[in-house]
């Protein structure tokens, strides 16, 4: 799928250029690239229009559906989770109980962020923001 088609299936949307196609699990917009056909699109419009990848592709309008280049932002994941809290989108009602919970499954436990999720009943993300946010 190059540009030209993708934003074929793009209407523009209080001013983000909206994905109309499929989306992924979390909700991102998806596509056939390179014979995957569950690739990112928002990285995929990010290499097709500055010719790399970086570790995240992040949105400065905070609209995970929107494949615009202008709002197309690279960076690490600390950039994402700084995003995320500077934007008041962070998970709430972090308790520290959850974060000594977590940072012993993670450091004492060698656990991976998955292995938490499971055994906290919770989701990766939030797994991961708690770890990025408050334990580092």
Not at 82 to 104: A, C, G, M, P, S
Request: proline share 4%; aromatic share 12%; net charge positive.
């Amino acid at each position: 799928m190059n540009l030209e088609k993708i934003f074929s299936r793009c209407l523009r949307i209080d001013g983000c250029l909206e994905w109309q196609g499929a989306l992924n699990t979390d909700g991102y917009p998806r596509g056939l690239m390179n014979g995957n056909n569950n690739a990112k699109l928002h990285r995929e419009v990010f290499f097709l229009i500055y010719g790399y990848y970086p570790p995240v592709v992040r949105h400065s309008c905070d609209n995970i559906k929107c494949l615009d280049p202008g709002h197309l932002l690279g960076g690490d994941p600390l950039d994402n989770v700084k995003d995320r809290h500077e934007r008041n989108r962070t998970f709430k009602q972090v308790n520290q109980r959850e974060i000594w919970l977590i940072e012993d499954m993670r450091y004492n436990g060698q656990m991976t962020y998955n292995e938490i999720a499971k055994a906290m009943n919770m989701t990766y993300k939030r797994v991961e923001y708690i770890i990025n946010t408050y334990i580092k």
